[in-house]
Nanobody
Framework: QVQLVESGGGSVQTGGSLRLSCVVS????????MGWFRQAPGKERAPRDE?????????????RYADSVQRRFSISRDNAKNTVNLQIDRLKPEDTAVYYC?????????????????WGQGIQVTVSS
């Protein structure tokens, strides 16, 4: 069974930085795509049904970002540690959300949340102005 555990969230002021990490087990991590998604406050559906994809990294290291986070977010992976990281800089209040890491089946990332069968429990990021 695939398990994903996020860490590193918290509360920061506008302009601050956070580094989120996700450790994955029960999964051939190095061969598969990983994604970070977020769900803004007030969303009631499961993140697989209602979340915004912010960053994705293919098995070969190719990355893609949502337009809203370009040049502020950076996704990376450490295959030796089965870990995917999300460095978030110059945070804005609109970045406030629960952030989830998710594991795809296959080396190349889909941008659609519903394509990801395995999800972490989520971690809160709150940005105050």
């Amino acid at each position: 069974q695939v398990q994903l555990v996020e860490s590193g969230g918290g509360s920061v002021q506008t302009g601050g930085s956070l580094r989120l990490s996700c450790v994955v087990s029960g999964y051939i991590f190095s061969r598969n795509c990983m994604g970070w998604f977020r769900q803004a406050p007030g969303k009631e559906r499961a993140p697989r049904d209602e979340s915004e994809g912010v960053a994705h990294i293919d098995a070969d290291g190719r990355t893609r970002y949502a337009d809203s986070v370009q040049r502020r977010f950076s996704i990376s992976r450490d295959n030796a540690k089965n870990t995917v990281n999300l460095q978030i800089d110059r945070l804005k209040p609109e970045d406030t959300a629960v952030y989830y890491c998710a594991a795809e089946r296959g080396p190349y990332c889909s941008l659609a949340a519903w394509q990801y069968p395995s999800w972490g429990q989520g971690i809160q990021v709150t940005v105050s102005s």
